[in-house]
């Protein structure tokens, strides 16, 4: 393809890609609308056979940046355990469910211990808050979480490491809509399950990993390209 015949492609993925935002989930927004349509759908099927190569390559940037963060999380589990990527699995998988369950409840405080403040009190105010005032009853339910890999990595030279952040790409199979309270009429969003792509960001405190920051998966090409951050002086092969 000639370089206007691919300009003009991925200018109509990113018009498709910015239709109809639906804010609903943690995060404050998920899949977009269109896409949940029947023509959108067919769109979608004609733009991943278009662009098989870029997804590819893609999940290849991805995967190899995945091994090189878990060869460096396995140098460091020798002589710090919490590091090991089995137990971040598991840590990370009870703070996915926790933060969809307050989601669910509409109540953030259920997560204080394991979110830092500042997306505790954003998610609160900013979403939740605004749409009980807008009578509107955000659904967020969590069926299965399918994957986790991580993206990137950023280690501090700090005692106990704090303030190191890391980046998981999740893929979920979720529901997220609003509806009115009195009629129960969905307003944004589409009733159903569906496997939906997150990055999220966490951030180490007090020896504890809290949720920091959700994007959406359409930016794991990115983060997994930033370069990891490892000081020298902990003698880690990268």
Do not use: C
């Not at 890391?166 to 129960?184: G, M």
């Amino acid at each position: 393809m000639s370089k206007k015949e691919w300009l003009f492609l991925i200018t109509i993925v990113i018009i498709l890609f910015t239709i109809d935002p639906v804010y609903a989930g943690p995060g404050g927004t998920v899949a977009k609308a269109f896409f949940k349509t029947w023509w959108g759908k067919m769109i979608l099927v004609v733009l991943t056979i278009v662009l098989l190569p870029l997804i590819i390559y893609v999940r290849l940037v991805e995967y190899r940046k995945e091994r090189k963060i878990k060869k460096i999380l396995a140098q460091l589990s020798l002589e710090h355990k919490e590091f090991s990527w089995l137990q971040l699995q598991k840590e990370f998988t009870n703070i996915i469910r926790r933060v969809y369950n307050a989601w669910t409840n509409e109540d953030m405080s259920e997560v204080k211990g394991y979110v830092n403040h500042w997306y505790w009190q954003n998610q609160q105010s900013v979403y939740l808050d605004q749409w009980k005032r807008e009578n509107l009853k955000n659904v967020s339910n969590l069926r299965d979480i399918e994957k986790i890999r991580p993206l990137y990595l950023e280690l501090t030279a700090a005692p106990n490491f704090e303030g190191s952040r890391i980046a998981i790409a999740i893929d979920v199979v979720a529901e997220d809509y609003l509806k009115d309270r009195d009629t129960n009429k969905i307003v944004q969003g589409k009733s159903g399950y569906e496997s939906l792509e997150y990055v999220w960001f966490l951030e180490y405190t007090e020896g504890k990993w809290l949720l920091d920051e959700i994007r959406e998966g359409g930016l794991s090409l990115e983060i997994a390209k930033t370069p990891n951050v490892i000081p020298e002086t902990m003698g880690i092969t990268v």
